[in-house]
Nanobody
Framework: QVQLVESGGGLVQAGGSLRLSCVASGGTFSLYAMGWFRQAPGKEREFVAGISRRGGATYYADSVKGRFTVSRDDAKATVYVQMNSLKPDDTAIYYC?????????????????WGQGTQVTVSS
């Protein structure tokens, strides 16, 4: 059973940056594709970014492309998302998710493992 724990959320002004981290335990992290999702109040959980097993490929939602960068450090069993040029619309709870696969799925239903989430609030 894989456990995921996110950290790094907080309150930031528009235009600012945050880096979220997600530490995994209980499994062989390097064998998992990892995704970042977010959920704003009253909205469905949406894909933000994903990274393939061993980090060979990355994937982004159009809304964050060019502003967010996903990466992973298999030695530390950690996946990151660097978020720059943040906007108020980026305000949400951010979750990391893991799937035993090469390519990260783009829909939340395909992930069996989830973290508890970390709140990101961007003020205007």
């Amino acid at each position: 059973q894989v456990q995921l724990v996110e950290s790094g959320g907080g309150l930031v002004q528009a235009g600012g940056s945050l880096r979220l981290s997600c530490v995994a335990s209980g499994g062989t992290f390097s064998l998992y594709a990892m995704g970042w999702f977010r959920q704003a109040p009253g909205k469905e959980r949406e894909f933000v970014a994903g990274i393939s097993r061993r980090g060979g490929a990355t994937y982004y939602a159009d809304s964050v492309k060019g502003r967010f960068t996903v990466s992973r450090d298999d030695a530390k069993a950690t996946v990151y998302v660097q978020m720059n040029s943040l906007k108020p619309d980026d305000t949400a709870i951010y979750y990391c998710a893991g799937e035993f696969a090469i390519t990260p799925p783009l829909t939340p239903d395909e992930y069996p493992y989830w973290g508890q989430g970390t709140q990101v609030t961007v003020s205007s």
